[in-house]
């Protein structure tokens, strides 16, 4: 289809050309005018014009300038801007569009302005000295399409030749006193990008035009999200005042402005319910807009600020309430979301009685006359619960009418109400199990799926009826994916529930009706059966051995490794000298550095038999790992943002700190750190920078038997620099008892990208505590933020010097609590006791234990720490173990002194008096 259209085009583009030459142009630039649109159709569906083909168009339409038709002409010019001409050609374009940038008409010379300055932008930058007087002159030309047109340039040219564009900094300030909102909002957008690596100038522009007023409303909106950014960055001391001009924002003329600045509003990271009432009042009114795009926008960003303040929202529940019915079922999609996540509050009084309409309590208790405490107490009892059946009902009768997108939306709300009501979860769960039989695409159903995933780790009641509907659904599902994700959480819930038998048969059917995938995925459950429930073994081994045939190599694998292990547990057969059991344990190292040493033993053979004690991992990995955990996690975050939303976080993060150990125990296998030996302990994470200063460094130190190893983190806050060879040097000079024994640096450290540099060092002689001076050292290559590094830069040493870093004695000790504390203290003895009084300068006694805590660096016994605010007098039972395994015991006594002094006796009780007055001294 595409090549006769080109001959086509070709062909006329002749005739019009002649037709021209004879002075008959104008009568048929209308029959010429449809071949001329057809190159940019072409390119905008995806058809590649080789370079003959391009250069034949480009010179045919050429010779069409001739033509005063003006609408013909303004064709020409989207052609050839979207022709893409070579660089030859580029030259051949700037001589032919001259006369144009220099007309009398102003359409030509708009016309030719964005053009060119389109076609240099994406082929050779450098011309655009040749055409950079034409373009200053237009910025503060008095016609409004010409202004604009040369703004609009210079955006585009501001990526590829920012130096030129920065020196037109006075006439684009002139054009954004323009009366015209066209070339006042371009003139902000240009002049943004010209200053945006200048902080202090950026704010100096912001803070000038909110206090004067843009005529422009796309230039106001501009400016709130300017504004916004600022205070976003937490470099400007203006937020009062920048909050002040969003907040008289939400008066402006222009619902586009309103709307902006309530977003930016609602957007803000710090922002508490105060703040969110103006904007959300605004949004209330807009829910009963006539426009459709006003109430869209209003329920939307309601919808987003449900998730984090779903208390501020309330108030609009009414309003959003009779959007559920509204004809535009996106509108109606999003209100009944968003309730589903206020609902949830409902049951709390100060919630309800901000949704319930005043005047509606009145005169509800004046009716029957109660009194309020009774009608208070008669809608709270049940409000929330009947609200989220009757909000199910509406639900359910207009599923089937919404696209997916939609649809996911709904789901996730009625996770996080699930989530919130767990005593709802068997009606939730059947709506989710009667959405799932439906119609419906991969991200839907997996969305489904998730939910009922989330809803069966959070909820205990709704494991049994989640595994069951999950079942149902994969006797008949399409997607191998979800198939195999089901499968695989039946093998580890399954075998825990009441009834695991009634599982296999479900698990069984896959091996016989479904793909490869699916069946070795059923194997794999099937066997996990099998080993956690010795009763079922049998019988699922006798199911195992069908397998044995199958037709995939894949599914046979899985079918005897299992069969064989499945003997072993019960005969304690062994498997290249291990038991079955011990094959059932986790590795100890990352696969990737499994499979990363077994092809560097290949490549170079040894008749030492390879085992897991010879792998190895280097920083590079460790980096890669960190990277990808991070990926996951942000990737459960993001499909599911309401769940954060609808849990309460669990205190002491114990899963982080999980996640923080098991990477640190791999730090022994890396090969500069294999002869460490076990980790004993790791402190917790200390700044050694500022936050927002250029380089942003924290240290971890993990503490070995013999040796300390400090890893630092790393991060790169200027955007302009890549820093490589990254390493912090440490003075040692004052400490005695350390030696430095090796630096593992950080290769490369870009813009906004974490990396990891380690120290090792070596204790030579006790324990040593004190400070140590820190400096980090790089080399550092300036680079173009829009163009990025490149490899012919040198870079140059530079050094930023760094907090000191402080070695303590709680760096040394294990938090390890014991269960009955008064028996071990009296086991301990008093032979190696040390008694010391201290008066600390706090001014409560929980801020003095807390302080008193991280100096000793031990865990607190039998709930001890548990006080009142108000408490003058304080026992604190502490135990942990030092480093070389030995217990050590203390016994705190805290009194109020005065206002500000906290007087503390001291116990410590161990088996070596040396280690107790190590320990007693720590707080001094």
């Not at 000793?856 to 605010?869: Q, Y």
């Not at 030995?886 to 002094?901: C, E, G, H, Y």
Request: charged letters at 20%; a negative charge.
């Amino acid at each position: 289809m595409a090549r006769p259209s080109l001959l086509a085009l070709t062909s006329e583009v002749e005739k019009a050309t002649l037709r021209g030459s004879r002075g008959e142009g104008e009568s048929h630039s209308r029959a010429t005018s449809p071949y001329l649109g057809t190159p940019p159709v072409l390119l905008l569906t995806g058809e590649k014009l080789t370079s003959l083909e391009t250069t034949e168009i480009f010179f045919g339409v050429t010779k069409l300038l001739m033509h005063k038709d003006q609408q013909l002409r303004r064709l020409l010019y989207l052609v050839l801007k979207e022709l893409k001409p070579s660089p030859e050609e580029v030259i051949i374009v700037c001589a032919t569009l001259t006369k144009d940038m220099n007309s009398k008409i102003d359409l030509n010379r708009a016309n030719a302005l964005r053009v060119l300055g389109a076609i240099i932008a994406r082929t050779d930058p450098t011309m655009l000295a040749q055409i950079e007087r034409h373009l200053k002159q237009a910025l503060v030309d008095k016609n409004c399409f010409v202004a604009a047109s040369a703004l609009v340039s210079g955006i585009h040219l501001m990526s590829v030749n920012g130096e030129v564009v920065r020196r037109w900094v006075n006439e684009v300030q002139t054009a954004l006193a323009s009366d015209n909102p066209s070339v006042q909002y371009h003139a902000l957008a240009l002049l943004h990008q010209i200053k945006r690596q200048d902080r202090l100038a950026v704010s100096k522009v912001v803070a000038s035009l909110t206090r004067t007023p843009l005529k422009s409303p796309l230039a106001h909106c501009l400016l709130i999200r300017f504004a916004k950014a600022m205070m976003e960055d937490g470099a400007s001391e203006r937020d009062r005042a920048l909050f002040d001009f969003l907040e008289a924002s939400l008066r402006h003329r222009s619902d586009m402005v309103i709307y902006e600045a309530a977003t930016a509003i609602c957007s803000l990271s710090s922002v508490g319910q105060r703040e969110l009432s103006p904007s959300i009042t605004v949004l209330q009114l807009f829910l009963c807009s006539p426009k459709p795009a006003c109430r869209f926008s209003a329920v939307r960003t309601l919808n987003k600020v449900a998730m984090s303040h779903p208390m501020a929202v309330t108030p609009c529940n009414m309003d959003m309430e009779g959007l559920i019915n509204d004809s535009n079922r996106s509108i109606a999609t999003l209100a009944i979301t968003t309730l589903l996540k206020t609902y949830a509050l409902i049951g709390c009084p100060g919630a309800f009685w901000i949704a319930l309409p005043h005047y509606l309590v009145m005169r509800m208790t004046w009716a029957y006359g109660l009194g309020i405490s009774w009608y208070k107490a008669l809608w709270l009892k049940g409000g929330s619960e009947s609200g989220v059946e009757r909000l199910m009902k509406q639900i359910t009768s207009f599923m089937s009418e919404i696209a997916d997108d939609f649809k996911i939306v709904v789901v996730d709300a009625i996770r996080a109400m699930c989530l919130k009501f767990p005593q709802k979860h068997r009606l939730l769960m059947t709506f989710l199990a009667n959405v799932l039989r439906e119609e419906g695409g991969f991200q839907y159903k997996k969305a489904i799926v998730d939910t009922l995933l989330v809803i069966i780790a959070r909820v205990p009641e709704a494991k049994e009826a989640g595994l069951s509907h999950l079942c149902e659904f994969i006797e008949d599902c399409e997607f191998t994916l979800l198939s195999t994700q089901i499968l695989f959480l039946l093998g580890v819930e399954g075998p825990s529930t009441q009834e695991p038998s009634k599982y296999i048969r479900f698990i069984y059917n896959r091996v016989v009706l479904e793909n490869a995938t699916v069946r070795a995925s059923a194997v794999s459950a099937l066997a996990k059966f099998g080993i956690s429930i010795p009763s079922l073994r049998p019988s699922i081994t006798v199911l195992l051995q069908r397998c044995l045939y199958d037709n995939d190599d894949e599914v046979r694998d899985r079918a005897i490794f299992f069969v064989t292990l499945l003997r072993g547990l019960d005969s304690d057969a062994t498997f290249a000298g291990k038991t079955a059991k011990a094959l059932l344990e986790p590795l100890p190292v990352p696969l990737a550095a499994l499979e990363a040493s077994c092809r560097e033993y290949l490549q170079v053979p040894s008749e030492t038999p390879f085992g897991l004690d010879d792998v190895t991992i280097d920083a590079e990995m460790m980096a890669r790992m960190a990277k990808a955990d991070k990926g996951v996690d942000a990737g459960i975050g993001g499909r599911a943002p309401t769940d954060e939303a609808a849990a309460p976080s669990q205190p002491g993060g114990g899963g982080s700190a999980n996640d923080a150990g098991k990477e640190a125990d791999l730090l022994s296998r890396m090969a500069e750190f294999v002869h460490v030996g076990q980790r004993f302990t790791s402190s917790k994470a200390v700044a050694l920078s500022e936050v927002g200063t250029e380089y942003e460094v924290t240290c971890v130190k993990h503490v070995y038997a013999s040796h300390i190893i400090l890893a630092f983190s790393l991060n790169n806050t200027l955007e302009d620099q890549l820093l490589s060879n990254v390493t912090v040097q440490l003075d040692l000079s004052a400490m005695r008892g350390l030696a430095l024994e090796t630096h593992v640096p950080c290769a490369s450290l870009p813009f906004g990208t974490p990396g990891t540099a380690y120290a090792c060092l070596r204790r030579v002689d006790g324990v040593p505590v004190g400070s140590i001076p820190c400096t980090l050292k790089f080399v550092v290559k300036d680079v173009d933020p829009s163009t990025g590094p490149t490899d012919d830069e040198p870079g140059y040493d530079d050094e930023y010097q760094l907090e000191d870093l402080e070695i303590c004695a709680a760096d040394f000790m294990k938090r390890v609590a014991v269960l009955d504390f008064r028996n071990a203290w009296e086991a301990t003895g008093n032979a190696c006791e040390v008694v010391e009084t201290f008066s600390l300068s706090y001014n409560s006694i929980r801020a003095a234990m807390d302080a008193v805590i991280d100096f000793l660096g031990m865990a607190p016994c039998e709930n001890s720490n548990l006080c009142p605010d108000d408490v003058s007098k304080l026992t604190v039972l502490l135990a942990g173990i030092f480093l070389g395994g030995m217990q050590v015991f203390a016994i705190v006594n805290l009194r109020t002194d005065s206002a500000k002094n906290v007087g503390m006796r001291l116990t410590v009780r161990s088996t070596n008096m040396i280690v107790s007055q190590f320990v007693a001294s720590s707080v001094a």
